[in-house]
C-alpha cells in the first residue's frame, strides 16, 4: 500500500509538472451546459428539489425557508444598495465637535489661536467671536464638504485692545450650514500678555 501510494504522489508531481491534475487524465469538469465556460453550473448537478435564486424571487408560494433567507442576505441588490446610499449620506449630524485655544504671547503680539473641528455637508460658515464683556471682534472662514468627514478651521485672531492681562474672555464659535445655524459653543479662557 506504502508503494502504491508513493507512485501515485510522485505521478502527480510529475503530472503537476506537466501542467495536469489528478492521478487519472480528465478527471476536471467540462462544460456541460454547453455556455463555452466552466463554472458553477458545470461542478454541480442540477437538483429538482434546489430552487434557484431566479425561481424564489419570482416566487409562487412554494418556496422553502433556505430559498428565501438566501435573497435576504443578498448584498448584490442595487435596490438595498442605493437605500443605504441614501440613508448614510443624508446621516450626518453638523456639529462643532472640539474646540482649542491658544493665547500666543509671541513678540510684540498676544493672539488667540483657535482649532475647531467641525463635521458637515455642504456649505458652512464658521464665525469665531472674541469678547472680553466690553469690545469684541470676529473672524469669518467658509468651507465646502460634500463627504460629511471632519473639517478644521484653524487661524488666530487679535483680541481688541481693552485686553487687559489676567482678565476672562470667551471665545464664540458659531456653525451656520446652508445660511441656518447648527451649532454654537462658548470656550472661557484667561487672557496673558
Do not use: H, W
Not at 478651521?153 to 451656520?176: A, Q, T, W
Request: charged fraction near 30%; include cysteine; charge should be negative.
Amino acid at each position: 500500500m506504502e508503494k502504491t501510494r508513493r507512485q501515485c504522489l510522485t505521478g502527480i508531481g510529475l503530472l503537476g509538472i506537466a501542467g495536469l491534475s489528478g492521478c487519472s487524465g480528465n478527471s476536471g469538469p467540462s462544460d456541460s451546459d454547453g455556455d463555452g465556460m466552466i463554472d458553477s453550473e458545470d461542478y454541480a448537478p442540477k437538483d429538482p428539489n434546489v430552487q434557484e435564486k431566479s425561481d424564489v424571487s419570482g416566487g409562487s408560494g412554494d418556496q422553502s425557508s433556505s430559498g428565501s433567507s438566501n435573497e435576504q442576505s443578498n448584498p448584490d441588490s442595487s435596490e438595498t444598495q442605493s437605500m443605504e446610499t441614501e440613508s448614510s449620506s443624508s446621516s450626518v449630524d453638523p456639529r462643532i465637535s472640539q474646540i482649542d485655544v491658544d493665547v500666543q504671547s509671541d513678540i510684540g503680539t498676544n493672539n488667540i489661536g483657535f482649532d475647531v473641528e467641525t463635521y458637515f455637508e455642504d456649505t458652512a460658515r464658521l464665525t469665531v467671536q472674541i469678547t472680553d464683556g466690553e469690545r469684541s471682534d470676529q473672524r469669518t472662514f467658509e468651507g465646502t464638504s460634500t463627504s460629511g468627514t471632519m473639517q478644521e478651521f484653524n487661524d488666530d485672531i487679535n483680541p481688541p485692545e481693552s485686553f487687559k492681562d489676567g482678565e476672562p474672555f470667551e471665545l464664540r464659535v458659531i456653525l451656520s450650514v446652508d445660511g441656518e445655524e447648527v451649532d454654537r459653543k462658548t470656550v472661557r479662557n484667561t487672557y496673558d500678555e
